[in-house]
């Protein structure tokens, strides 16, 4: 039986069209990199025809990348139901990683800082777990989840320049996180 890897994408791979792109996938096994000899790289269109077919994708350590050029995609619609594929061989067994893509109009990323955490709960600071300075792992954590319910529901946000539509949601979910991180260590 083939060791099973894990492989993590943050969440809906977004690719801004007309624009270079760095698409990334992180390969693990119990806390630990795998030593990766060979990656390749596809971009599948919702017809499932390869846009891109397995080009070499780079790789350090155990996180495998390729960047898709500015003019790739530059003729395609905007949407969903796009494919990233990263095919890695490790210990001479070929491993397939899929995510689900969208072709957006721009990079979206969190509306909300620390600050905005702060603001929103002054006393935030002094109950992060000791050694713990910032909540962005909490937003984080909530962009991930906020845009890959957007992406389930097929609400278009690849379409949008901005994302200020979703500053109160996240706020309230980075929080809620937080608050159920202190309840389940408390």
Known sequence: MATRYSARFEGVTLIERDAANVVSVSIERANAAPTISAATFSLIDPNGTAVIDAQTATIAGGVVSYTIGSTVLADEEYGQR?????????????????????????????????????????????????????????????????????????????????????????????????????????
Do not use: M
């Not at 910032?134 to 962009?143: K, R």
């Not at 706020?171 to 202190?182: G, S």
């Open 82 to 186: 796009w494919l990233v594929k990263f095919a890695v061989t490790i210990g001479g067994a070929v491993y397939t990683y899929y995510n689900d893509a969208a072709v957006c109009l721009a990079r979206l990323s969190p509306p909300i800082t620390h600050d905005d955490i702060t603001a929103r709960h002054g006393d935030i600071e002094n109950l992060l777990p000791t050694g713990t300075t910032s909540t962005q792992a909490y937003i984080d954590a909530a962009w991930i989840e906020i845009t890959g319910d957007l992406y389930s529901d097929a609400v278009p946000f690849w379409t949008l320049r901005t994302v200020s539509a979703l500053r109160q949601p996240l706020i309230l979910l980075a929080l809620t996180l937080i608050f159920q991180r202190l309840f389940n260590a408390g």
